[in-house]
C-alpha cells in the first residue's frame, strides 16, 4: 500500500451552513418547524443565551478564590459591576462575606451588553458588541474597599480609560479583580474547529443567529495586563475551563 499524505498546512474548506446540510429524512421525521428561519433563530437564541447562572455556579471553585482575592471582609465597601449579578449569586455571596455593615454597590450591565452585541454595534476599539465603560464616574476618589468586574470584561472599548476610573474609586493597597467565561476569543475558536462534533453544534447555533463566534467581544488577560500596567501592583491572572481572572493592587500611598 502506498503512503498517504496529509497536508496539515492545508486550511479546513468553509462548509455551508449545518442547516443547508441537513438530511431531508431528519428534516421530515423533526417536523416543519426545522425548516423555519425564525423557529431556529428562537431556539438558537434560548440554546446561546441566558446560561451565565449555571455556568458560573459550576464554577463554585474559582468564585471562592475570587472572593478571597478581594480580601472581603465585615463592613467592607464594594463596588460590583457585571453581568446577570443577582442571578448568578454574586450579590448574595458578597453580602454574606461583608455583612450587615458593610455597603455593596451594584451596576448591572447585562442589557446594555446585549444590546450592543444583537445591534452589532463597534466600538472605539473597532470590536463589536464593545462601548464606553462610564459608569463610575461620578463617583468619589479611594471610596471602596475592592472593585469587582464580573462577567463584563469583555465589553469595555477602552480599558486603558476604563482602568483609569476603577483604580480611582478604590483606596490605596486594595484589590481589583475581574473575571469573565470567554466567548469567541482566538483559543476558543481554535479549540472548537479541532473537533467535528463540536464545530458542527455551535456552527448549527450561530447560523440560527445570524452571526459566528467571531463577531463577539473578547479581552484577553494580557490586554488587562497593560491597561492596568502603570496603575496596579502584583498583577497576576489564572485561567479555569475558559474562565479567565485577573486581578491587581492599588499601590499604597
Not at 464554577?59 to 467592607?76: K, P, T
Not at 449569586?89 to 458578597?94: H, L, N, R, S
Not at 447555533?205 to 452571526?211: D, E, F, K, Q, Y
Not at 463566534?213 to 475551563?241: G, I, S, T
Request: negative net charge; proline residues 5%; contains cysteine.
Amino acid at each position: 500500500m502506498g503512503k498517504i499524505r496529509v497536508d496539515l498546512e492545508k486550511p479546513l474548506p468553509r462548509a455551508s451552513s449545518p442547516w443547508d446540510n441537513m438530511q431531508p429524512s431528519v428534516a421530515a421525521r423533526l417536523g416543519a418547524d426545522v425548516s423555519n428561519a425564525e423557529e431556529r433563530e428562537n431556539w438558537a437564541n434560548a440554546f446561546f443565551f441566558g446560561g451565565l447562572p449555571y455556568m458560573w455556579r459550576k464554577a463554585n471553585v474559582v468564585l471562592d478564590m475570587i472572593y478571597e482575592l478581594c480580601d472581603l471582609r465585615a463592613g467592607s465597601r464594594v463596588f460590583l459591576i457585571g453581568e446577570a449579578l443577582e442571578e448568578c449569586g454574586f450579590v448574595d455571596a458578597i453580602r454574606a462575606r461583608i455583612g450587615p455593615s458593610g455597603e455593596l454597590m451594584v451596576i448591572d450591565i447585562q442589557s446594555d451588553c446585549r444590546k450592543a452585541v444583537q445591534d452589532g454595534a463597534i466600538g472605539r476599539d473597532g470590536k463589536r458588541g464593545t462601548f464606553r465603560y462610564d459608569y463610575c464616574t461620578d463617583l468619589p476618589d479611594n471610596s471602596f474597599d475592592a472593585v469587582l468586574n464580573l462577567q463584563g470584561v469583555s465589553h469595555a472599548d477602552n480599558w486603558s480609560e476604563a482602568a483609569a476610573e476603577f483604580v480611582r474609586i478604590l483606596k490605596p493597597g486594595r484589590p481589583l479583580v475581574m473575571a469573565g467565561i470567554t466567548l469567541g476569543g482566538p483559543e476558543q475558536v481554535f479549540k472548537i474547529s479541532q473537533d467535528l462534533c463540536l464545530d458542527h453544534l455551535i456552527a448549527k447555533i450561530m447560523a440560527g443567529l445570524g452571526r459566528s463566534l467571531e463577531d463577539f467581544p473578547h479581552c484577553a488577560p494580557a490586554e488587562l495586563r497593560r491597561a492596568f500596567a502603570d496603575r496596579l501592583e502584583d498583577m497576576a491572572e489564572f485561567e479555569w475551563c475558559g474562565l479567565e481572572v485577573f486581578w491587581g493592587r492599588t499601590p499604597k500611598r
